[in-house]
């Protein structure tokens, strides 16, 4: 499936003292298959952006196509839409609401039209998927921890089996052990399913090691946009907006200034220590 | 769910919004009071120019005010159909079941006038105070009341804290709305039932979510030694100005002069 925003603009409560422009003038395209990560600080647009690819925000200004068809149409779909774009938002505690895990993963399919059978068969997939043990299926969701009400919200979404995945900040809350496991489940799904994946994080590091691509937003508009070695060379401008790079990136970036001969574009840890290591073998 | 208007505070700088929530507050009831006692046009005319005086005063734009009015037209309406045609008295107009008197015509204009002040005069006060000031000067008000055991600053307190969860609940409801909405949920489609269950998946997560807010303010009222009105000062004591005098003293005034318009007609 692909999504392309036209030179889209959104202002919240137009008309009124309360304007306030959220987006400006963002165009982007987003192709198959990838794995993309939305970057930018709290109020860049990154939410507002991500409430337009599956149609719960309408642009104001601009208009967002997806395979080639405008989804401000009052004909278009916009529920089927929903189950083709599935978006997680940051809080499971904002969509749990089912007696058991496993109703609560139904929800979604069922939504989308379809019979018992294959609504409660896509449940138990998916909750396969999230690596959830079958006792959790029938507790209560409020009985849950974070990381374990994340994958049940997960699910819940992955259960109307999208072709385009965006997660807002799906690791925030919770601990380094908890948020590497759902980002590899995600890596893993987008990999096996040849999702596409739109990631919204303000961890560098964490996007830094699955994006193949990364968009940075800054005042509502498009900054940057490109591989993530190309992000991170602009170290200086994407600090200059109140972002980092990541830690691996800072070291080797400052051992190139002191004249060591590593390579200032690795992006991850694993990169980092290789050319380090090289350096000393070289 | 942004258009929310309890608690329908209008920020301006106006004479109204400065004066001590106890002067709007005693006023304003006392405005309602004595428009129950007004029983001629003259009265009428007089509440109506010291109203709309005060709207102008409160500089908030008119159409603010008139958006708050549009929930009791429906009341004001059946108010003025009953007087209309219920009232005996001299015959104006009469046509197949239905007989208009002169004294009907005058209750349901009366009537009506009544309640649109009465609305008015509330909106103005509510638009030019905060609901916090407000809540200040009922705690305050109704300190008498402690003799009787009521727990006034609990009462206020209660108040304070619903008045400051609106906001939040309304935009906890708009995040819940769109995590739903991106499963599939409908909240527009259907019958009435099957409406009044497409908000389940709304309300459990509201609810849920309240219920930990209150248990987290409670916890966070506890950790800086929350425990009550007893002994408990103010950041914001009230204290009379020289213009909360000048206001009193003015609507002392009006209200003479209605009283005065009152018994003479």
């Known amino acids: ?282 | 769910m942004r258009g929310i208007t309890i608690g329908q505070y209008y920020q301006a700088d106006s004479p109204l919004h400065l004066l001590d929530p106890r002067v709007k507050l005693l006023c304003t009831l006392a405005y309602i009071i004595i428009l129950f006692f007004a029983d001629n046009p003259y009265a009428y005319g007089l509440a109506t120019i010291f109203a709309f005086a005060m709207v102008m005063i409160s500089t908030v734009p008119v159409r603010m005010i008139l958006r708050g009015m549009r929930a009791v037209l429906f009341l004001a309406l059946i108010t003025v159909l009953f007087n209309l045609f219920l009232t005996p008295g001299d015959v104006l107009v009469e046509f197949w079941i239905f007989t208009i008197t002169r004294q009907g015509a005058q209750t349901a204009a009366m009537m009506a006038l009544r309640l649109f002040l009465l609305v008015l005069a509330s909106s103005v006060m509510t638009l030019t105070t905060t609901p916090n000031k407000l809540t200040d000067a009922l705690e305050r008000g109704m300190r008498p009341l402690k003799i009787f055991r009521v727990p006034v600053h609990e009462i206020a307190m209660m108040m304070s804290i619903a008045l400051r969860f609106i906001p939040i609940l309304s935009e906890e409801t708009e995040k819940i709305m769109n995590a739903q909405m991106a499963r599939g949920a409908a909240f527009d489609e259907g019958n009435v039932l099957k409406r009044a269950k497409s908000l389940i998946p709304l309300l459990v997560p509201l609810f849920v979510s309240s219920f930990r807010r209150a248990g987290d303010l409670a916890l966070a009222m506890e950790a800086r030694c929350y425990h009550g009105g007893k002994g408990r000062t103010r950041l914001h004591p009230l204290r009379y100005a020289t213009r909360d005098v000048i206001a009193y003293l003015v609507f002392a005034a009006f209200l003479a002069g209605m009283i005065v318009v009152i018994r003479l007609f």
Request: glycine share 10%; proline share 5%; charged share 25%.
């Open chain 1, 1 to 282: 499936m692909k999504l392309i925003l036209d030179h889209v603009t959104h202002i919240y409560d137009p008309h009124t003292p309360h304007a306030r422009t959220a987006l400006r003038d963002v165009s982007l395209q987003i192709g198959e298959g990838s794995f993309i990560g939305l970057i930018g600080h709290t109020g860049s647009g990154k939410s507002t952006l991500i409430q337009h690819l599956n149609g719960l925000l309408k642009p104001t200004e601009g208009s967002v196509y997806a395979d080639g068809k405008d989804i401000a149409d009052a004909e278009y779909n916009r529920r089927a839409l929903r189950g083709r774009v599935g978006l997680v938002f940051q809080y499971p505690e904002h969509q749990l609401f089912e007696a058991d895990v496993f109703k609560d993963v139904c929800f979604g399919p069922k939504n989308l039209g379809l019979t018992q059978k294959e609504t409660e068969l896509r449940a138990y997939e998916a909750l396969q998927q999230v690596g959830l043990e079958p006792e959790v299926y029938d507790q209560s969701p409020f009985d849950l921890s974070g990381g374990q009400k994340r994958r049940v919200a997960i699910a819940g979404v992955l259960a109307m089996r999208p072709e385009v995945l965006i997660l807002d900040e799906p690791t925030a809350g919770l601990d380094p052990g908890g948020s590497r496991e759902i980002l590899s489940l995600i890596a893993s799904l987008q990999k096996e399913r040849g999702m596409t994946v739109i990631l919204v994080s303000h961890s560098m590091e964490d996007v830094a090691a699955y994006a193949d691509r990364i968009i940075v937003m800054n005042g509502g508009g498009v900054t940057m946009d490109g591989t993530p070695a190309e992000v991170f060379a602009q170290a200086d401008a994407l600090k200059e907006i109140g972002l980092s790079v990541p830690a691996a990136t800072e070291v080797c970036r400052r051992l190139y200034a002191a004249g060591i001969p590593v390579r200032p574009d690795v992006t991850t840890a694993e990169e980092a220590c290789e050319e380090i290591c090289g350096c000393f073998l070289r």
